[in-house]
Structures are given as structure tokens and as C-alpha cells.
């Protein structure tokens, strides 16, 4: 739709938003007036609103304006169970209102308000901005709140060719990849997109690493304990909560101050969370 239709103001930004969430308001109506030339965008019915304001500056009367809004959107026109609809035309026709303009509404089956379509857009742009001038505190947000279930620290904080493996990988199985690799192709894309900004994930720390967030620091972003596959968030709050009372003494104190078991255990040795780390409190006489 953006390279259909080139929008180049917020205004236009907010009639591509109706156009996205209507039903019918697009496909096989606006997107074939504004390719043949009919229309351009700010002439084409997007949004709801639109057709009560269009109908009143053409000098129709706003009761009618609105009852023709109301009859469109509803799609109550489109499925023919408008019984003035007839009378409507008339009127509009009374009023110069051009016959593309009465077919493009015989064709709305649904349609989206402007007052939606504008807090979609300002908190879109509201992301776009902190994606182009605070791009850490944006990925670190995204994979926080958006991608917690689909980030995996294996694939993904180890650089930028693993994670182009991974996704060559779901690519060749295609159809038959699982639900889970294919709800992690777009995270995947976002993490070489950040890669490819020159940016980094620090490695994952049994005290500098949240249980649950992202963290942005100097040098990069921090993944949180439970991006490790198969540490649970219950089991990183644990670690959380537990090493606010000091430095684990060794493997053992950390496993009974946490409450983890030996799973999670051998998954934070794997990420070398626990180098230099003692197995026990003991001390051998013996070396």
C-alpha cells in the first residue's frame, strides 16, 4: 500500500490505516481508482469519517450525510439491506457526488474510524522514531515486550551468520517448518536487521542479566536469563530474587538460594554464566 500509494503527510499516513483495517475499502475499490487514475489518496474513501464530512461539503444535509456513513460502514449497503439506499443515490447525485464515489461505497463492507486510525499512526510513528534515533532502546523493547516468546539466545545473540543459518534453515523447510521457527523468522529478521546497524548483544550474566528484560547498555544490549531455551521465567526470577542477598558462594549455594534444578543449572553453564564458579561451599585438605 505505501509503495501503491506514496504518502508523504501524517494525514495520508492516517487514510492508509483506514484503508488497512476496512474490508473492501481497498482491494478491488481505492487501490484500483488510485492506479487507473481516477483518484488520488486524499480524494478516496478511507476512513469512516470521511464520507459524512465529503457528503456535507457537497451540500447534503448532515442528518442524511451521517446516515449514509453509518449505512456504508456498517456494510449494510454492500450486503443490500440498505432500503434508502436508492433515495441516497438520488440525493447524491442532486448533489454533484460522482458515480465512482457511489460504487466505492456499494462495495464497503466494513470501515475503520479516523480517531483509530490516527492513535495507530502517532504511536507507529511514536516506534519509527525511536527505531531511527534510539535504535537500542528500541530493540531492547521490542524483544522485551514482543518477542519474548520467539527470542532464542542460541541462535541469536551469537551473531549475525548463525542467525542467517537459522533462517536459510526455515526458508529450505518452508511449509514444513514448525510454528514455532516460523513465529521466529520475523524476530530473526529484526536481530539481523540490528546486527547490520553495527550493534551487538552483550553476553548473558548471572548478575548483570534481568530475569525478563532487555537491558541497554554502553556497549550493547543484554539479553535476559529467560531467553535461554528452556530457562523458565519462573526459574530467572528465582536467580533474580536470590542474588539481591549477595554473591552465590558456589554452583550449589546458587542452586538452593534460586530454587533450580540441574536443567536449568547445565543451561547457565553452557552460557558460561557460571565460569569460575565452585561446584560446593567444601574445601578439600587434599587439593
Avoid at 500500500?1 to 475499502?25: A, K, N, Q
Wanted: charged share 30%; glycine share 6%; with cysteine.
Amino acid at each position: 500500500m505505501l509503495v501503491d500509494t506514496r504518502p508523504t503527510t501524517f494525514d495520508e499516513l492516517i487514510r492508509i490505516s483506514g484503508l488497512s483495517h476496512g474490508t473492501d475499502v481497498w482491494l478491488g475499490n481505492a487501490q484500483s481508482l488510485i492506479e487507473d487514475g481516477t483518484v488520488s489518496l486524499t480524494e478516496a474513501i478511507c476512513c469512516r469519517d470521511d464520507i459524512m464530512i465529503y457528503l456535507i461539503k457537497q451540500g447534503l444535509p448532515p442528518n442524511d450525510s451521517f446516515k449514509i456513513m453509518e449505512a456504508v460502514r456498517k456494510g449494510k449497503v454492500a450486503k443490500g439491506k440498505e432500503p434508502k439506499w436508492e433515495e441516497y443515490k438520488t440525493l447524491m447525485r442532486e448533489h454533484n457526488v460522482p458515480e465512482w464515489y457511489i460504487k466505492s461505497c456499494e462495495k464497503i463492507k466494513y470501515m475503520f474510524p479516523k480517531a483509530h486510525a490516527a492513535a495507530y499512526v502517532t504511536n507507529a510513528f511514536r516506534i519509527a522514531w525511536f527505531k531511527v534515533h534510539q535504535p537500542k532502546a528500541y530493540y531492547s523493547a521490542f524483544f522485551s515486550i514482543r518477542a519474548s516468546d520467539e527470542f532464542d539466545s542460541e541462535i541469536m545473540i551469537f551473531g549475525e551468520e548463525k542467525v542467517k543459518n537459522k533462517m536459510k534453515e526455515i526458508d529450505l523447510l518452508g511449509n514444513n517448518a514448525t510454528q514455532k521457527d516460523k513465529a521466529m523468522y520475523p524476530v530473526l529478521e529484526l536481530v539481523l536487521e540490528m546486527y547490520e546497524r553495527g550493534f551487538k548483544f552483550l553476553p548473558i550474566d548471572l548478575y548483570k542479566s534481568s530475569a525478563t528484560k532487555f537491558i541497554v547498555e554502553e556497549e550493547g544490549i543484554r539479553p535476559p536469563l529467560n531467553s535461554i531455551a528452556g530457562l523458565g521465567t519462573v526459574a530467572a526470577l528465582g536467580i533474580e530474587k536470590a542474588r539481591q542477598d549477595g554473591k552465590f558462594m558456589s554452583i550449589d549455594d546458587m542452586k538452593i538460594r534460586s530454587k533450580i534444578g540441574d536443567s536449568v543449572t547445565e543451561l547457565l553453564r553452557k552460557f558460561g554464566c557460571l565460569d569460575g564458579m565452585s561446584q560446593s561451599n567444601q574445601l578439600s585438605l587434599f587439593g
